[in-house]
């Protein structure tokens, strides 16, 4: 019954007709208020990535033609990110990448900045919004956050008004609260009509979908402010090392599932060894996963699974017996070469066919596709050996500075946390390739 629920609520919540629906009742509500259509942007001062997204709001508001409200918010509760340090340290050494890729730029940064000159940023921040002027001077006040500039922060705060420590917490206040009313717990966040677009990784998406509504000044066939990097596949380079990739994975990740076809198709291109790192999932290693948060990742898989042509939505969580039982087995299937295709099929039995890894049958059927026979299952199931790897797994993800799944290395090179940085896995193989890295 559990599984059945689970299939019927999932396959609805990323239902084509649900997604439709939606849109036409917000644009049905905009209509009946004559209001125009409106970008909800939440900012957090100190998150690398929302410095990173300001200095796409003003290009973004000259090409189309829609309403803007900034908000600032504070960082997101422990719950919705229960790694913080990590989170913190990955993000500066990963935003300065994602900057670059879009021609924008983020300042070398070793650690976060003070609280003080946060708290005046935020300052800045408020009174820019009260005024009117954030998108003119959000990436400004960024650029003198990160560079430690007070001088330029002063500045700025004379330019725009200096919102009062009052005042200041009553803005946060009023950011977070709105952005708990429409359904998230992170900064970088734009907000349109009922959906949620994550900095510049999810522009693509909001561009689109104001295109179809019109709302593009630019002339037919412009390319889009922030393009979807997908695989690039590029040629091999001769003569370099051979490419070891290191991939952590799990078997109640939504976004593992839409990235292993890739992650495999990567490895063959560039003839990659590819070393499964399965861990488990983080709800079972008391890592809390908030129901708005699952909720937002459901529907941004989906989008992403459709970028990327990969079946997504009629789901069975796996989580306990279910992605325990897909470890046990997948130890097994490694060992004897089907682990790559046992953890593929797995992976989109649970979150594409709707199958029950927890059941028997469910989890044969898996098995039998990847050419495993009962014998090695029944094997696996009564060998918890696969523990001891898993727990050795999750040791060297942290070790790599990381936490989540998907995660990957190549080489031992700085990893890389989510299914939206292959263009950055790839550039580091090529480099490899090229031998210009150990």
Request: glycine share 8%; proline share 7%; net charge positive.
């Amino acid at each position: 019954m559990k599984a059945m629920i689970g299939r019927a609520g999932s396959s609805l919540l990323t239902s084509r007709a649900l997604h439709n629906s939606r849109r036409a009742f917000h644009a049905l509500s905009r209509k009946l208020r004559g209001g125009k259509p409106t970008i909800h942007y939440f900012h957090q001062a100190d998150d690398p990535y929302s410095h990173v997204a300001a200095q796409m709001l003003a290009p973004l508001l000259a090409r189309y033609d829609v309403a803007f409200t900034p908000w600032i918010v504070p960082p997101p509760d422990d719950a919705a990110a229960p790694e913080r340090e990590r989170l913190r340290r990955y993000a500066l050494r990963d935003a300065p990448r994602l900057a670059r890729e879009y021609g924008l730029e983020f300042p070398p940064a070793d650690a976060l900045p003070a609280a003080d000159i946060v708290a005046a940023c935020n300052a800045v921040l408020a009174g820019a919004a009260a005024s009117g002027r954030f998108v003119e001077l959000a990436a400004d006040a960024g650029r003198a956050l990160w560079t430690d500039d007070r001088a330029a922060l002063d500045r700025l705060g004379e330019t725009a008004g200096r919102a009062d420590p009052a005042s200041l917490a009553s803005a946060l206040a009023a950011g977070d609260r709105e952005r708990r009313r429409r359904g998230h717990y992170l900064g970088a966040m734009f907000c349109f009509e009922g959906e949620w677009y994550w900095g510049v990784d999810r522009l693509n998406h909001l561009e689109e979908r104001l295109t179809g509504l019109g709302l593009d000044r630019a002339p037919k066939g412009t390319p889009p402010l922030a393009p979807y990097l997908g695989l690039k596949l590029l040629p091999r380079p001769q003569g370099g090392a051979r490419p070891v990739i290191d991939y952590w994975f799990s078997f109640r990740s939504p976004y593992s599932c839409i990235s292993f076809p890739r992650m495999r198709q990567i490895a063959r291109h560039y003839d990659a060894e590819l070393r499964l790192r399965f861990i488990l999932p983080m709800v079972m290693r008391g890592l809390p996963v908030p129901r708005v948060k699952r909720f937002y990742i459901m529907l941004d898989t989906k989008r992403e699974a459709e970028r990327a042509a990969t079946p997504f939505g009629k789901s069975v969580d796996p989580v306990g017996a279910g992605a325990e039982r897909a470890l046990a087995v997948l130890h097994h299937a490694v060992k004897r070469g089907r682990g790559e295709e046992f953890a593929e099929l797995g992976l989109r039995a649970a979150f594409a066919d709707g199958i029950d890894l927890a059941s028997d049958e469910g989890l044969m059927d898996v098995a039998r596709r990847a050419g495993l026979d009962a014998e090695t299952v029944k094997a696996a199931l009564a060998d918890e050996s696969w523990r001891t790897v898993a727990e050795e797994n999750r040791k060297a993800l942290f070790d790599a500075g990381l936490w989540g799944a998907p995660s990957f290395r190549v080489n031992g090179l700085p990893a890389h946390w989510g299914q939206d940085r292959f263009w950055a896995l790839e550039e580091d193989i090529i480099e490899v390739m090229k031998g210009r890295v150990p």
